[in-house]
């Protein structure tokens, strides 16, 4: 039983199957290879690589950092270092939001790209988190919550605004207006960035399993495979690169093709506005500082950025001159692997200037 013999073999010679002796096999192999991916599993999850937090696209929104995650990305203030993120189940950055307003609860929601976000920084080292500190207010009076994404521009965050200010519903919201918006807000949306989420080995498990992709790509070991299928490589900024990001923001602000960039940048900053004030809210731009103008306090697009916020009644602050005076300090006011985004000196310079402008023009009030 369980045994067969073949014949047409060499005479003396006999070759007998144990079907049973296979099946056990198979099952200790399998067995094995379980063990394995279990024990690769829980390595992993003691590294870096495999406690970063993912990403995802969001309609309307754009690329996205996946909500309730708490985990890594490669920092850039220091060569290697990884710095912590928070984010909550609303896929803000930092901890839970309470569903519902406190009494006597001010929410300031802050939308708006990497800068925004705090790239390259810890949780506690973004302009929000350094606001929320600075005012002198614990989140049960006065909060400060963190919608940045990278890469978003004004379309972008007038849809995430659209889509979350019912679910937040805050008092002040606080546009991070970056200049290299003119760049992209009338091309292709951070949605372009979808294709770099498919890892063929997650998209197959998926489907294999039928369950969505990001679910295959929350396990640690699929986030460590994917680092070191395409892991994030420093790459040093030349003076070239340098010099066309700068000539490109430039162009994209005064250039003779700026003025399609300016017209949508118009519609979506009246959007953003329009939705505040339907609902109850206060909406307020935030000019930061472009870090690669050198050349004088005020940055040369920022003219014609007060004129549409003065024609659209939108109150605003310019950080330029801030930033450049912090930087005529000798203050360390850029990441040291990458010059176009702010250093935590440089993110609570942003917040200062934020914070005293938001009192001087009434529209928070100043804690004694």
Not at 4 to 25: A, D, M
Not at 261 to 285: D, H, T
Not at 332 to 345: G, I
Not at 349 to 367: C, E, M, N, S, Y
Request: aromatic fraction near 10%.
């Amino acid at each position: 039983m369980g045994e067969r013999r073949y014949k047409g073999i060499p005479q003396g010679q006999s070759r007998t199957v144990n079907f049973r002796k296979i099946l056990i096999g198979l099952g200790v192999s399998a067995a094995t290879v379980v063990l394995l991916a279990l024990v690769a599993g829980f390595a992993t999850t003691l590294t870096k690589p495999g406690q970063r937090v993912i990403f995802q696209v969001v309609p309307r929104v754009g690329y996205m950092r996946a909500p309730s995650q708490k985990g890594y990305e490669r920092g850039n203030e220091d060569f290697g270092e990884w710095v912590p993120l928070t984010v909550n189940s609303l896929g803000l950055r930092g901890g839970e939001i309470p569903e519902h307003k406190l009494t006597g609860e001010k929410r300031i929601l802050c939308i708006g790209d990497s800068f925004v976000f705090g790239g390259g920084l810890g949780d506690n080292d973004t302009f929000p988190a350094h606001a929320q500190q600075l005012c002198a207010a614990p989140p049960e009076t006065i909060r400060w919550m963190n919608a940045g994404g990278n890469g978003h521009d004004g379309r972008e965050s007038a849809g995430f605004l659209e889509l979350y200010y019912p679910k937040l519903r805050p008092d002040i919201t606080i546009f991070g207006w970056n200049w290299n918006d003119l760049i992209s807000i009338t091309g292709e949306s951070s949605q372009k960035f979808e294709n770099n989420l498919h890892n063929p080995l997650a998209d197959g498990l998926a489907g294999f399993f039928h369950v969505e992709p990001l679910t295959i790509r929350r396990f640690s070991i699929m986030k460590w495979l994917d680092y070191y299928r395409n892991p994030y490589k420093w790459e040093e900024y030349s003076q070239d690169k340098f010099n066309k990001y700068r000539n490109d923001v430039i162009a994209g602000a005064t250039g003779a093709n700026s003025e399609a960039a300016w017209q949508v940048s118009m519609r979506v900053l009246n959007r953003m506005s329009e939705l505040c004030k339907q609902n109850g809210g206060k909406y307020f731009v935030l000019a930061m500082p472009e870090l690669t103008w050198k050349e004088s306090e005020t940055f040369v697009g920022m003219p014609r950025l007060a004129a549409v916020l003065e024609k659209l009644n939108i109150p605003f602050v310019d950080a330029q001159p801030a930033y450049y005076e912090a930087v005529k300090a000798g203050r360390h006011m850029v990441q040291r692997l990458d010059p176009t985004h702010p250093s935590a000196e440089g993110q609570r310079v942003i917040a200062q200037t934020t914070l005293d402008a938001l009192w001087a023009q009434g529209i928070l009030q100043k804690r004694n």
